[in-house]
Nanobody, 115 residues
Framework: QVQLVESGGDLVQTVGSLRLSCAAS????????MAWYRQAPGKQRELVASDTSGGFTNYVDSVKGRFIISRDNAKNTVYLQMNGLKPEDTAVYYCYYAASALVYWGQGTQVTVSS
């Protein structure tokens, strides 16, 4: 079992910044993928950014150049630095962990960007 605890969601104005954190605990495998997804009201959940334990990152086009995903393997924590926030970034952001064919999700943290 893996537990994911997210933090950092907040209300922020357009072009502001936030940093989300997701701490993983439990049976952590060294070879894993950690990622951030988001779901806006009335929309499907979408992948925002992913980071493999090998250091490969991937971003959805709409956040490239604004968001940065990073991890601290010693702390089993993944971060999402969000800069230049836009109202369309408003969503619940979910942490995702996958390893050995198992997938875990965090409870979600709300990010609201006001115009």
């Amino acid at each position: 079992q893996v537990q994911l605890v997210e933090s950092g969601g907040d209300l922020v104005q357009t072009v502001g910044s936030l940093r989300l954190s997701c701490a993983a605990s439990g049976s952590i495998f060294r070879g894993n993928v950690m990622a951030w997804y988001r779901q806006a009201p009335g929309k499907q959940r979408e992948l925002v950014a992913s980071d493999t334990s090998g250091g490969f990152t991937n971003y959805v086009d709409s956040v490239k150049g604004r968001f940065i995903i990073s991890r601290d393997n010693a702390k089993n924590t993944v971060y999402l630095q969000m800069n230049g926030l836009k109202p369309e970034d408003t969503a619940v952001y979910y942490c995702y962990y996958a390893a050995s064919a198992l997938v875990y999700w965090g409870q979600g943290t709300q990010v609201t960007v006001s115009s």
